[in-house]
């Protein structure tokens, strides 16, 4: 079993940025792939940003591109969003997703892919 934990989140204005942190416990997360996912208010989750297990490659949605940056860092067993000129419609519960595969961070965009979540850390930003 792999327990994930999600911290980071919080408020923040329009244009400003946060790091989020997906941090795991139970298990080694370095055979793992990664993915962030988020949740707006009344919305469906949707995929935001995915890395290979590696960290060698790295998959984003397309209106994050160039501001969201996912990494991982396996000594740590942790994984990480940064998050750059944020705005009001981002404003979701993150969520943090780990899967035991060597497939392509580009492959994994539905939530059925993975098989470990956390319990989401509340992002709001604020016009």
């Known amino acids: 079993q792999v327990q994930l934990v999600e911290s980071g989140g919080g408020l923040v204005q329009a244009g400003g940025s946060l790091r989020l942190s997906c941090a795991a416990s139970?298990?080694?997360?370095?055979?793992?792939?990664i993915a962030w996912f988020r949740q707006p208010p009344g919305k469906e989750r949707e995929v935001v940003a995915a890395?290979?297990?590696?960290?060698?490659?790295?998959d984003y949605t397309d209106s994050v591109k160039g501001r969201f940056t996912i990494s991982r860092d396996n000594a740590k067993n942790s994984v990480y969003l940064q998050m750059n000129s944020l705005n009001v419609e981002e404003t979701a519960v993150y969520y943090c997703?780990?899967?035991?595969?060597?497939?392509?961070?580009?492959?994994?965009?539905?939530?059925?892919?993975?098989?470990?979540w956390g319990q989401g850390t509340q992002v709001t930003v604020s016009s």
């Open positions: 997703a780990a899967v035991l595969t060597l497939k392509s961070p580009s492959a994994l965009r539905s939530q059925s892919e993975f098989d470990y």
């Open positions: 139970g298990r080694t997360l370095s055979r793992y792939a």
């Open positions: 890395i290979s297990w590696n960290g060698g490659s790295t």
